[in-house]
């Protein structure tokens, strides 16, 4: 059985992970082009993401490596705290998600952000 369940969560935690980075790259763009005048949204969307992102690993790692169930429940509370910041992001990108994209890449690209951020929480 925990081989069964370690095989079904690594999978999920690298999705995690990938999701966290492309919201964490489709945010570290915004803060690269509003350089001096970066909001505080983006700066919140950019450090949750890249927190949940480095989150995702590790946990990916202790899955496969420590065979410890003394750090099931240290793991879960903080899935739990990064299932609340995803959501907060997804909170945040709202009002990417009502434009309408005529050709912009870059708005469809923050639409993405925010449907794989609520997939992600």
């Avoid at 999705?15 to 803060?31: E, F």
Wanted: proline share 4%.
């Amino acid at each position: 059985m925990p081989l069964l369940n370690r095989g079904l969560s690594l999978p999920l935690r690298l999705l995690a992970a990938l999701i966290a980075l492309y919201v964490l790259g489709a945010s570290a763009y915004h803060v690269h082009q509003r350089r001096p005048a970066i909001s505080s949204t983006l700066y919140a969307v950019t450090v949750i993401s890249g927190v949940g992102a480095i989150w995702a690993l590790l946990s990916a790692m202790v899955i496969c490596c420590i065979k410890r169930p003394s750090l099931l429940l240290p793991t879960a509370l903080l899935d739990l705290a990064f299932m609340g910041g995803f959501v907060a992001i997804a909170v945040l990108l709202r009002h990417d998600a009502r434009t309408t994209c005529h050709d912009s890449e870059i708005c469809k690209v923050d639409k993405t952000a925010f449907a794989v951020s609520v997939a992600n929480a």
